[in-house]
């Protein structure tokens, strides 16, 4: 079975870090940089988990293992709107992945309601 696997594509985000120009795209490799640094898997539950997330999504993408994280928040403290659009771009993302996942699945046929007839002792 082949299946159109298109994320939309428009949901492009460039950021320009330290002279840099990155543009975001997903990366099983920020997962597994995510889960390598705190030790479970990323659920936007807090800010610091969005921060973490956002600073492995540029190492992955740059494989430039050298960024630290310290001089990371430093230039998103004084660029904290290209924070707030990463997190919408995510999630942006993350609702086109989910669309193609239900087009994916296949239908769940309705339940017949049979009659259990019972016999009359």
């Known amino acids: 079975m082949l299946i159109n696997t298109e994320i939309k594509t428009d949901l492009i985000m ?4 330290d002279g840099k ?8 490799r920020s ?29 992955a993408l740059t494989k430039d293992e050298s960024m630290k994280f310290d001089e990371f928040l430093d230039w998103i403290s004084d660029h904290p709107t290209v924070f707030y659009d990463f997190i919408e771009w995510y999630s942006d ?29």
């Open 14 to 17: 460039t950021i320009n870090y």
């Open 21 to 28: 120009e990155i543009t975001l795209k997903f990366s099983f």
């Open 31 to 59: 997962d597994m940089l995510f889960e390598d640094a705190v030790g479970h898997s990323f659920t936007a539950q807090s800010e610091s988990e969005w921060l973490q997330y956002m600073f492995c999504t540029l190492i």
């Open 93 to 121: 993302y993350q609702q086109s992945v989910m669309t193609l996942r239900k087009k994916a699945e296949p239908e769940a046929e309705p339940k017949s309601k049979k009659k259990v007839s019972r016999k009359k002792k």
